[in-house]
C-alpha cells in the first residue's frame, strides 16, 4: 500500500550553492524525518500562488503547517506574505475538504487568523526553546492522541488573541493560555503552539499520517 503523501510547507530565504545565491524553499530536516518516521511520504510545498491551492488539496493526504515568521510580520527581514497568502489559502481548503493536517506554532496562528482570529503581539524573537507543561482535553482529537497532559518544547511565539470561527481550545498552559486548536468536526485538524518535531513524543506525527491513510 503507497505511503501516504503529506506535503510540508516551508519558507522562501537566499541559499548559497558554491558561489551561486539563489532564491529557495526551506524547510527544517526535523519535519521531514519525522513525517518519514510515521510513515509517511514527505513532499516540500513552496509558496506557490493560491490559485494552485485546489489542485495541491486534490492530490495529497494530508498536510504539515511548519514553524516561521509570524504571521502578518511586521518587520521588512521576517515579513513573508506571499507564505502567509499561500498558506492561509491551503489551510482554509484542507479545513473545507476535510484533509487531515497537523498546524506547527507559526501554522496554528496561520489557522486561527484564516478562521478570523487574531494573536496576541510578538515580545521579541523566539530564540530558545522551552519544556512547558500543558493540560489537554481528553476529550478531544488531541486529548485521544496525548491523554490528559503532556509536556512540551516551544517558542515564546505570539500566542491566541480571539479564537477563529469553527476552532476549538484543547490545550492550556499553567496560566491558561492557549497552547493548542482544534476545527470542530474534522477528522484530523489540529494546531498546537509548540514543537513536536523537536521532541521525543512521536504520536502526533503518527496520529497524522494514520488518519491521512485511512
Known amino acids: 500500500m503507497p505511503r501516504p503523501l503529506i506535503g510540508i510547507t516551508s519558507h522562501l530565504e537566499p541559499a548559497r550553492w558554491g558561489s551561486w545565491v539563489r532564491e529557495a524553499a526551506l524547510v527544517a530536516t526535523p519535519f521531514l524525518r519525522e513525517v518519514d518516521r510515521a510513515g509517511g ?30 504571521v502578518g510580520a511586521s518587520e521588512e527581514d521576517e515579513a513573508d506574505p506571499r507564505r502567509d497568502r499561500f498558506e492561509t489559502e491551503l489551510v482554509r481548503a484542507a479545513v473545507e475538504a476535510r484533509r487531515p493536517f497537523l498546524a506547527v506554532e507559526r501554522g496554528l496562528q496561520v489557522l ?33 492522541v496525548l491523554g490528559d497532559h503532556a509536556r ?19 490545550a ?38 494514520e488518519q491521512a491513510g485511512a
Open 112 to 144: 486561527n487568523v484564516a478562521a478570523g482570529g487574531s494573536l496576541l503581539p510578538a515580545r521579541g524573537p523566539a530564540l530558545r526553546l522551552v519544556d512547558t507543561d500543558v493540560t489537554v482535553n481528553v476529550s478531544s482529537g488531541l486529548g485521544k
Open 172 to 209: 492550556w498552559d499553567g496560566a491558561q493560555a492557549v497552547e493548542a486548536l482544534e476545527v470542530a468536526d474534522h477528522p484530523f485538524g489540529i494546531g498546537v503552539r509548540w514543537r513536536p518535531e523537536e521532541a521525543d513524543d512521536r504520536r502526533l506525527f503518527r496520529a497524522l499520517v
Open 152 to 170: 512540551v518544547r516551544r517558542a515564546d511565539s505570539p500566542g491566541v488573541n480571539r479564537i477563529g470561527a469553527g476552532l476549538v481550545p484543547v
Open 41 to 70: 511520504l514527505p513532499v516540500v510545498l513552496a509558496p506557490v500562488h493560491p490559485r494552485r491551492v485546489d489542485d495541491l488539496v486534490a492530490r495529497f493526504d494530508g498536510f504539515v503547517f511548519t514553524t516561521g515568521a509570524p
